[in-house]
């Protein structure tokens, strides 16, 4: 099938950006989106343009590195599928795409379609953690845990922090990130001791990194690939509140530090 | 106190603060939307009504004191309300100052879109609507303590009651996402529960709906005159 891709160009983060046209000839629906745009660039290099910048890594839709909004869609029209999994039979021949960057004020574009996500590890820093003491392994199993306890926690530590979320939102708000982090620890007992002081912490950074606000849109849900659900940002803004009212407080010297 | 000032600087803090105004509020609209209903029952009890409100809270309160009570947290309840939500707004204005060239909705209801500048238009018209009924400064012919000959001659303009609706409307959308949202807010998420939020608030919207609409188009319609 042939295309025609109009991408968004950005020299570097301070530079204006553009859309620019591209032609892509006999495409395989079999490709996946990312093989299409290596087709693309290294005729761009062939031709000794400057090809498209984007990120990728596993290419199998777990690492989260890949993330570019189609046709306003961050990755793509397909529901829970990274651009990498994203595959060209879902085109029709002589569609017009439209490639885009995240765009966010808390996600800075360094070039073309690859923008800078250190604010996500910045909010992992502030309390997205549990402190332990290493040394021998525990015994598998020591400490037990409700079956539903841990597929709630599976299933928001499914997040690849790929920051589709940020891109989908109105906002610009990294709430189900945030929330996803906050709900995989607040649901097992490891997490519990920082339970409260992580969500103060972690919040307090989201809103730092120059985030937006979350309004229950929901546009976070539909967008995630992993389809992590928005009852995690209820859960935050639970444990929120009660950090507010002082829970926690008995846990006060232990956080962000431990021995 | 210390942390609940820390927690209000907070993105969720305000939403909070939000959530709990706008029960307040839906509390109100609500309480409010009853009272309007005594409209059907004629003249003579919707006046008794609408002077009943004044003596609020008798023996032990005064002559109109608890009214007051009641409308300095109304007050207080719409400032903080405006004030976190416009905070909010400029803050997630400046989060994505950049659009997308063709955005879909996804999951974005005509509800959730228009919560800002449906919320300026249901201030906009509430600041009328006070100078209609309550003031009287915007009504034709207002007689202080006959509110059921200011509500029937309020609303025999076409266009008043064309606007009425309009607000009316704005605020369904309105209390449709914001009561979910809200619960949202407060946390109030469990799996049990889940599925029925959204139908709780559409159904208090479409009762609101449904109990404001009526006192207009029945003077409309002539049952209320």
């Given at each position: ?7 968004w160009?950005?020299t570097?983060?301070a ?8 032609d892509?000839?006999?495409v ?8 299409m ?12 343009k400057?090809p ?11 690492c989260?590195?890949?993330g ?6 961050p ?5 829970r ?6 595959h060209?039979?879902s ?5 017009q795409?439209w490639?885009?960057p ?10 073309d379609l ?5 604010a996500?590890?910045r909010?992992?820093?502030a309390?997205?953690y549990?402190s ?9 199993n ?18 690849i922090?790929?920051?589709a ?24 007992p ?6 409260y002081?992580?969500v ?15 309004t ?20 935050l ?6 950090a507010?009212l ?14 | 106190m210390?942390?609940v ?17 706008g029960f307040i ?7 409010h939307?009853l ?11 919707f006046?008794?009504y609408?002077e009943?409100l ?20 109304l007050?207080v ?10 905070q909010?707004t400029?803050r997630?204005?400046?989060?994505r ?6 955005a ?12 800002r ?5 249901i201030a906009?018209y509430?600041?009328?609507h ?9 009504h ?7 509110a ?5 001659v309020?609303?025999q303009?076409p ?8 607000a009316?409307?704005?605020l369904?959308?309105h209390?449709?996402h914001?009561?979910w ?6 946390g109030?998420?469990?799996?049990a529960?889940?599925?029925w ?7 208090l ?19 209320i005159?």
């Amino acid at each position: 099938m042939n295309l025609t891709l109009h991408v968004w160009r950005q020299t570097g983060a301070a530079a204006a950006g553009r859309f620019e046209r591209y032609d892509a000839r006999d495409v395989s629906e079999h490709m996946s989106f990312l093989e299409m745009l290596d087709v693309v660039n290294g005729r761009l290099i062939e031709e000794g343009k400057d090809p498209i910048a984007f990120e990728h890594d596993c290419r199998e839709g777990i690492c989260g590195s890949c993330g570019m909004v189609i046709n306003g869609r961050p990755h793509g029209p397909v529901p829970r599928v990274t651009a990498c999994q994203l595959h060209m039979r879902s085109f029709t021949d002589g569609d017009q795409i439209w490639i885009e960057p995240w765009r966010a004020r808390g996600f800075p574009v360094l070039k073309d379609l690859v923008v800078d996500r250190s604010a996500f590890d910045r909010v992992i820093e502030a309390g997205g953690y549990v402190s332990i003491r290493t040394g021998a392994a525990p015994d598998a199993n020591a400490v037990p845990i409700p079956k539903r306890d841990a597929e709630r926690a599976m299933d928001a530590a499914a997040c690849i922090g790929c920051g589709a979320c940020v891109a989908a939102c109105p906002n610009g708000s990294a709430m189900l990130f945030t929330a996803a982090k906050v709900a995989h620890l607040g649901a097992l007992p490891q997490g519990q001791p920082e339970r409260y002081s992580r969500v103060r912490y972690m919040l307090a950074q989201h809103d730092d990194e120059g985030f937006g606000s979350c309004t229950n849109h929901g546009n976070c849900e539909a967008a995630c690939p992993k389809g992590i659900s928005i009852d995690c940002i209820a859960q935050l803004n639970r444990d929120a509140i009660r950090a507010a009212l002082g829970k926690g407080t008995e846990y006060a010297g232990a956080a962000g530090g431990g021995a | 106190m210390r942390r609940v000032a820390a927690f209000y600087q907070s993105t969720v803090g305000k939403k909070v603060a939000m959530a709990i105004t706008g029960f307040i509020l839906v509390g109100f609209v609500i309480g409010h939307m009853l009272g309007n209903l005594k409209a059907f029952q004629g003249a003579e009890k919707f006046n008794h009504y609408a002077e009943g409100l004044r003596e609020l809270g008798a023996p032990f309160f005064g002559h109109g004191q608890v009214l007051w009570l009641v409308r300095i947290a109304l007050i207080v309840s719409v400032g903080a309300h405006v004030l976190a939500a416009a905070q909010l707004t400029l803050r997630s204005w400046r989060a994505r100052p950049a659009k997308y060239h063709a955005a879909p909705h996804l999951e974005l209801s005509y509800a959730s879109r228009t919560m800002r500048w449906g919320g300026v238009i249901i201030a906009g018209y509430v600041a009328y609507h006070l100078m209609h009924f309550t003031l009287g400064n915007a009504h034709p012919d207002f007689l202080p303590g006959d509110a059921y000959h200011n509500l029937v001659v309020g609303f025999q303009s076409p266009w008043v009651v064309a606007v009425y609706l309009v607000a009316v409307a704005m605020l369904t959308f309105h209390l449709y996402h914001g009561i979910w949202s809200a619960l949202q807010t407060l946390g109030a998420s469990h799996p049990a529960v889940n599925r029925w939020r959204r139908g709780a608030a559409a159904a208090l919207a479409l009762v609101v709906l449904t109990g404001f609409a009526a006192v207009p188009v029945g003077v409309f319609a002539g049952i209320i005159r």
